[in-house]
T-cell receptor, first 117, second 115 residues
Framework: DAGVIQSPRHEVTEMGQEVTLRCKPI?????LFWYRQTMMRGLELLIY????????DSGMPEDRFSAKMPNASFSTLKIQPSEPRDSAVYFC???????????????FGPGTRLTVL | SQKIEQNSEALNIQEGKTATLTCNYT??????LQWYRQDPGRGPVFLLL?????KEKRKERLKVTFDTTLKQSLFHITASQPADSATYLC??????????????FGKGTLLTVNP
């Protein structure tokens, strides 16, 4: 977890409110991923960025979800308006290219547990 | 559509025994397959990666096999310990470079090692 910082760790909000999840990856990565995890659907990729550019957002459930990566050290995932079915754990992960033992693997943050009432 | 299945949601074994977890996939031709461990309240942690042209990979008490004909990977933990109790996820990818970094995960198998 040390390579990726996510905030907040827990978020409880009411339906209709805007929610912003934050991710601060360590330097040296090329790609950043946002995942959602639920008991029913498991770990699903929402969107990922390569060199700060969104590459594949086909997993974003609907227009209520948006993600940005203004620089290599910061990314946000926003839900507006939030709904109860958005309740899940949201993970940010990075891919580090190069280096023995690190190639082609992803490093996950601790996640944000979101509850929408 | 692409599908990844892990053989069971939960597996209970006795300490000292070998745990074997299965990952099957359909409609997919992955370049490599990875196994991750996830503890409660934490993000998945990478364990092992095996490429399509590799049959077996080992790391300490862990062993992974990859059969692209059967479209199956087996994950073994030998001499299991209670500390091995966790959820284990398999993930597939098309390979390196650009959009191929994208991973598709199975739902995981919860392993419990009883002392």
């Amino acid at each position: 977890d040390a390579g990726v910082i996510q905030s907040p760790r827990h978020e409880v909000t009411e339906m209709g409110q805007e929610v912003t999840l934050r991710c601060k990856p360590i330097s040296g990565h090329n790609s950043l991923f946002w995942y959602r995890q639920t008991m029913m659907r498991g770990l699903e990729l929402l969107i990922y960025f390569n060199n700060n550019v969104p590459i594949d957002d086909s997993g974003m459930p609907e227009d209520r979800f948006s993600a940005k990566m203004p620089n290599a050290s910061f990314s946000t995932l926003k839900i507006q308006p939030s709904e109860p079915r958005d309740s899940a754990v949201y993970f940010c992960a990075i891919h580090q290219a190069g280096g023995a033992g690190r190639k082609d693997t992803q490093y996950f943050g601790p996640g944000t547990r979101l509850t929408v009432l | 559509s692409q599908k990844i299945e892990q053989n069971s949601e939960a597996l209970n074994i006795q300490e000292g025994k070998t745990a074997t977890l299965t990952c099957n996939y359909t409609n997919y031709s992955p370049a490599y397959l990875q196994w991750y461990r996830q503890d409660p309240g934490r993000g998945p942690v990478f364990l092992l990666l095996i490429r399509e042209n590799e049959k077996e990979k080992r790391k300490e008490r862990l062993k992974v096999t990859f059969d692209t004909t059967l479209k199956q990977s087996l994950f073994h933990i030998t001499a299991s310990q209670p500390a091995d109790s966790a959820t284990y996820l398999c993930a597939l990818s098309l390979g390196s470079g650009g959009s191929n970094y994208k991973l598709t995960f199975g739902k995981g198998t919860l392993l419990t090692v009883n002392p």
